[in-house]
C-alpha cells in the first residue's frame, strides 16, 4: 500500500506543480531520463517538455489540474496508472473556459527508493470550451485568491510546499 500511495501523491504533485508553474519542483517529478508525451503540441525528453511549458501556460490566467481517479498496476519496481483527469483553464482575459476532459496512461519507476516519472502520456476524452460564469462571489470579499506562480497564497500558509514533496 505503501507504493501505490507514493504514486497517488506523485500524480497530486504534478497538477501542483503544473496549477503553481513551479518548474524546478516539477522536473523532480521525473526520472533525468523521462519522455512526456502531450502529442501534438510536445512529445520527447522531460527537460524538453518542462522548457515548452512556461510559454504555453502564459495563455492561462489560472489553470486547474485534478486526478480523479487512479488506477495502478505494480510489478516490482515498476508500475503504470491509468489516471482520469480533469485540466480547467482560464483564459487570460477571464472571457472564456478551457476544459480538457482526459487520461494519463502513466510509466512509473521506483529507483534509489523513490518513485518518478519514467513517461507520461497525455489521451483527450472530451473537451470544452465555453464563455467563463460570472456569477455572484457569496461574500468572498478578502478572501484569499489563487494565482500561477510563486505569488499563490498557498505558498504563505503551506511552507514546506516551497521546497519538496518529498
Not at 84 to 89: E, L
Not at 108 to 118: L, N, Q, S, T
Given at each position: 500500500m505503501a507504493d501505490r500511495e507514493a504514486l497517488r501523491h506523485l500524480v497530486a504533485a504534478y497538477g501542483h506543480c503544473i496549477d503553481r508553474r513551479d518548474w524546478d519542483l516539477l522536473?523532480?517529478?521525473?526520472?533525468?531520463?523521462?519522455?512526456?508525451?502531450h502529442t501534438p503540441y510536445y512529445c520527447g525528453p522531460v527537460d524538453g517538455y518542462i522548457a515548452w511549458l512556461p510559454s504555453?501556460?502564459?495563455n492561462w490566467r489560472a489553470t486547474m489540474?485534478?486526478?480523479?481517479?487512479?488506477?495502478?498496476?505494480l510489478d516490482g519496481d515498476h508500475a503504470q496508472g491509468e489516471i482520469?483527469?480533469?485540466?480547467?483553464?482560464l483564459t487570460l482575459d477571464g472571457e472564456r473556459q478551457f476544459v480538457a476532459?482526459?487520461?494519463?496512461?502513466?510509466h512509473?519507476?521506483?529507483?534509489?527508493?523513490?518513485?518518478?516519472?519514467?513517461?507520461?502520456s497525455f489521451?483527450?476524452?472530451?473537451?470544452?470550451?465555453?464563455?467563463?460564469?460570472?456569477?455572484?462571489?457569496?461574500?468572498s470579499e478578502g478572501v484569499g485568491t489563487g494565482r500561477a506562480g510563486a505569488d499563490d497564497p498557498v505558498h504563505d500558509r503551506l511552507s514546506l510546499f516551497r521546497r519538496t514533496f518529498a
Open positions: 522536473r523532480t517529478l521525473y526520472h533525468a531520463d523521462a519522455i512526456d508525451d504555453m501556460m502564459a489540474h485534478t486526478a480523479m481517479s487512479m488506477l495502478f498496476a482520469v483527469a480533469r485540466a480547467w483553464h476532459w482526459g487520461r494519463y496512461a502513466d512509473y519507476e521506483k529507483r534509489g527508493g523513490v518513485w518518478r516519472f519514467a513517461r507520461r489521451i483527450l476524452d472530451f473537451a470544452e470550451d465555453v464563455p467563463a460564469a460570472k456569477g455572484e462571489d457569496y461574500g
